[in-house]
């Protein structure tokens, strides 16, 4: 009893000086609050390909600045000059942090051209467009599409053919010091595309061996393929250089579905990641009435 109490007095001490420090309960609340304000929660980029849908491409820039967002993503930019899509960003003080590379021909049901034989000048004529859109940009990572198998070609030959793209694809973004980036895609959305499983990723990353390609985590993909995400983050957080969050199972806002994942972000903070967070999502109305979720994380 008599530790009991010595130990109960030490702690209305340190109790007292505190209070004293911060001047009055309410004011240690302020002081609080403004540390969380000041650590590293995540960044949300939107994904202005999916979110502000309301409004034509181009206008969608100056909805996800006025609603916060300090970066936004996109998946394909090829039907906008490049010069015009740089100056929106420059007119809403936006940072561009990812984008996809020419899919093919999306019509004929192309997802992608880095698996598959025979389109190796194709897929390179891509990287070449996707550098040029980059550097008008100035955004740093670009989403190498790896396809959809065809029916009857060999898992190996995708897999050579995907590997040596890759490596091209890199070593063409190096002079630039932009990354190439490569996502694992469920098969329930996208039935047949090559690149499905985070294990599969981190194997083709560590054997092209180029210090420039990284794993573009989709935890909206990840939970319908394989599950596990927080295991995911932990083990492949040194390779990651992206990440994007949607709800599941509909893809509608991260707050809808069976994700976790305030848990999930205080975990990537933790991890020490650095990045943005891409909000590839449907929105399930219209998209400022579902950011709800956002609130606590678009601070000016």
Known sequence: MKHRAGYIANVHGCFRVFSSFCGSFSNCRDHIGAGIANINLP?????????????????????????????????????WPKEEIA????????????????AG??????????????????????VEASLNYAKAMGCNQIHMLAGIRPVGLSLQLAHDTYMLNLKL????????????????????????YFLSRQDQAIEIIESVAEPNVRLQMDLYHCQISEGNLAQHLRENID???HIQI????????PDIGEINYPYLYELIDRLGYKGWIGCEYHPANETNAGLGWAGPYLVS
Not at 106 to 111: L, V
Not at 174 to 192: H, K, R, V, W, Y
């Open 43 to 79: 960044r949300f980029a939107a994904n202005i390909s999916m979110m502000f849908s309301e409004v034509p491409f181009l206008d969608r820039f100056a909805h996800a600045a006025t609603a916060g967002f300090k970066a936004v993503e996109f998946q394909s930019p090829y039907d």
């Open 87 to 102: 100056k929106r960003l420059r007119d809403n003080n936006l940072q561009l942090v990812l984008f996809n590379m020419p």
């Open 105 to 126: 021909d999306w019509e004929d049901g192309d997802r992608g051209l880095a698996s598959i034989p025979g389109r190796e000048t194709e897929f390179l004529r891509g």
């Open 169 to 192: 694809a890199a070593q063409a973004c190096q002079a630039d010091d932009i990354s190439a980036l490569i996502e694992p895609i469920n098969q329930t959305d996208m039935p047949g």
């Open 239 to 241: 390779h990651i250089g």
């Open 246 to 253: 949607a709800g599941v199972p509909d893809r509608h806002e």
